[in-house]
């Protein structure tokens, strides 16, 4: 998609794609030999999650994230954006008022209107070059509205925040008193940056235990999200019982087998790896702030604590958001994703992948001073 889509959908193959979040890196050694010597077993039948994709589960939760997690608490499921709109469909009724955080991954919002519910939006508030959460917003937010269900980005995308424990302590507050459902979305939660930790919202409180859903993967990690390898994590009982229930009536909890090993393999023999990859990413993080403090400082990258994914703050250079994409795009040849997409709140912005090699890097952002100067 990151490449061959940008040619169908823009009509050029002269970009440089910096988008879709997948990177550039083979996967981990680990999983593509497991997955060769699955494919040479040569029957590929009907299939179910073994104890050992559980258990690679847990114990990578334990010891990435110190959550622990119980085998019955997991669930395969066919995507995290997928799984947010069960659970959208299961735990709320067309009308339903659902809570976003923009700017934010875009689905939330696309998934939320096209079932027919309404979004509520809760804007985070930028300072001093970062997001925090407006709590007070969110309280008159939901004394307004009768709200059912508030969708959290954890760590943030596009903006890269790992939220604090107290900050998620705090929503997780709210949300219960409120009766609200939390449904978080872990995906980067593995790829926290060094020298920070990711912390699992189910893991702040009781109250956020009891009342949230959480959804994980090995897919932006290990650079397998072809895979469709997700998973829910979800103590509450009643909670589980009512989401698992939609599923299984849909068929929709059965995992391809290929997803089944894969992420075994990765959460088994991919730690070492993985700590390289974020050496790596920090690297190219670096790199891109240095380059564009000197070359060009009208913009102003927001350094993310957690992923590959760097949202730049382009309002120094003065243009429109169409004038805006029109320089990278058209003038520096280079596909990013539009800050609007996320919403209004990303205007003036625009998300830069930077899970590729360093050289890939560097190019664009020639490309982009040269634009720039022109």
């Known amino acids: 998609m990151k490449f061959d889509a940008v040619a169908e959908r823009l009509g050029r193959n002269d970009f440089i794609p910096l988008w879709v979040a997948d990177m550039d890196f083979l996967s981990p050694p680990c999983v593509i030999e497991a997955l060769k010597k699955r494919v040479e077993h040569g029957i590929f039948g009907y299939t179910f999650p073994s104890p050992g994709y559980y258990r690679s589960i847990i114990d990578w939760l334990q010891k990435r994230h110190h959550l622990t997690v119980k085998k019955e608490y997991v669930t395969f499921v066919p995507g995290v954006v997928k799984g947010i709109a069960f659970a959208i469909d299961e735990f709320t ?6 809570i976003i955080q923009p700017p934010v991954y875009h689905p939330f919002r696309i998934v939320t209107e096209g079932l027919e519910r309404q979004v509520i939006n809760n804007p985070l508030v930028l ?3 970062r997001y925090r959460m407006d709590v007070d917003g969110l309280k008159k937010a939901v004394a307004e509205n009768d709200c059912r269900v508030l969708i959290l980005c954890n760590p943030h995308n596009p903006g890269g925040r790992i939220w604090s424990p107290e900050e998620l302590a705090v929503i997780a507050e709210i949300c219960y008193d409120k009766g609200i459902l939390v449904i978080s979305d872990e995906i980067h939660a593995d790829l926290a940056l060094p020298g920070y930790r990711h912390t699992p919202f189910v893991s702040v409180s009781e109250k ?10 090995p897919s932006k990690t290990f650079n397998i999200a072809g895979m469709v390898s997700s998973f829910a994590v979800i103590p509450n009982a009643d909670i589980r019982k009512r989401y698992v229930g939609y ?9 391809d087998l290929f997803a089944y090993t894969a992420t075994q393999a990765a959460y088994e023999g991919g730690e070492e790896w993985l700590g390289e990859l974020l050496k790596y990413i920090q690297g190219n993080i670096d790199f891109v702030s240095d380059f564009l403090a000197t070359h060009i400082p009208q913009i102003k990258p927001m350094v993310p604590e957690a992923s590959f ?5 382009c309002r120094g250079l003065g243009l429109s958001q169409k004038e805006l994409v029109h320089l990278f795009r058209d003038k520096a040849h280079l596909v990013l994703n539009d800050g609007t997409m996320f919403g209004k709140e990303g205007e003036g912005f625009m998300r830069m992948n930077v899970g590729s090699p360093r050289a890939v890097i560097e190019k664009a952002l020639i ?8």
């Open 93 to 98: 009724q067309k009308g339903d008022n659902v």
């Open 127 to 129: 300072e001093k070059g």
């Open 208 to 217: 956020a235990a009891q009342n949230s859903i959480t959804f994980m993967a």
């Open 247 to 255: 599923l299984e009536k849909r068929e929709l909890n059965q995992g």
């Open 309 to 313: 994914l760097v949202w730049l703050d």
């Open 367 to 374: 490309n982009l001073k040269n634009a720039v100067n022109e």
